[in-house]
């Protein structure tokens, strides 16, 4: 089925190339409602699915992100039309399901609910022109997709009860000071950006690439000491992996260097007989000493 709300295309080379879903409804500032909603849920899956897609970035238009929740579609509801339609929940969460990193690449406006979807992805570069916010408090409601939550976790309490209680937007400077935004690039930059950042995370160990999302997000919603120990089972686990038994541990035994092996832009591209695959697996491989592997 076709997209009306968002364009989608491939970009980039290699085995695993970077999605980009493009968040297109002009005249509306890419206010988000819910077929919007639906086909952007319905792109994420597809390119979770695809295993030659590696990395997602959702962005939208130079303008605006999204100017939020689309209004004149909201206004109408009721408590019980809220509640039993599940306004804001069922599909507005997709993005949280997926496997693979998602970057946001956000120029312009993100307020509201576009402010929550660019929180919802696993890091947001930023244009220079970009500008944040939770203006929920003007129209007389609250966030209703995760803004009270995760605003205060990315940037501490004190600024998100600024930002919420007072309907204040923040530029892109002041959000990448808060931690908000992991980079600022000039506007006209973001795209070739936000490509260059998914391409090296392509280049790395899709298993390695999942695993990692999903840690840091248990970090960020859970308690410290179960992310760590899953984080350790994790770790150990990737020691059970074939490639990288068969991929490293002979080298070790036969008493190669690690820095050699390592420094060798062959084994680094996988262009040889080492998978890029592996790749992480050996970089996990290092932080060990050498007699670990033997007793595997
Ligand atoms: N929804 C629908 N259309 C929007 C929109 C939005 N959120 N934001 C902007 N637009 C539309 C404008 O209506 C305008 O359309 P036309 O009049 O040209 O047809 C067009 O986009 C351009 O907007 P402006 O002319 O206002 O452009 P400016 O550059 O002057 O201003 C702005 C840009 C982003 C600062 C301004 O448009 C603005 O403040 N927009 C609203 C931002 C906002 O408050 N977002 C929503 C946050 S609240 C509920 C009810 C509501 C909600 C939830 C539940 N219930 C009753 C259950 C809302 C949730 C939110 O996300």
Known sequence: MPYEMILVDTRGEGERRTGFITLNRPKQLNALSDPLMDELGRALRAFDADDGIGCIVLTGSERAFAAGADIPTMAPHTFMSAFKSGLISKNWETILEIRKP???????????????LAMMCDFIIAADTARFGQPEIKLGII?????TQRLPRAISKSKAMDMLLTARMMDAAE???AGLVSRVVPAEQLMAEA???AETINGFSGPSTMLIKELVNLAFQ???TDG??????YFHALFGSDELKRAYLPRVASGEQIAAFWSDPAHRLGKTWIDHRDINMVMLATSLAPESYLQI
């Open 222 to 224: 859970g308690p410290l």
């Open 228 to 233: 760590v120990a899953i984080e350790r089972r």
């Open 175 to 177: 959000a990448e000071r």
């Open 195 to 197: 490509l260059t950042a």
């Open 102 to 116: 998602v970057i946001g690449a956000v120029a312009g406006f993100a307020l509201g609910g576009g402010c929550e």
């Open 143 to 147: 966030p209703g997709a995760g803004g």
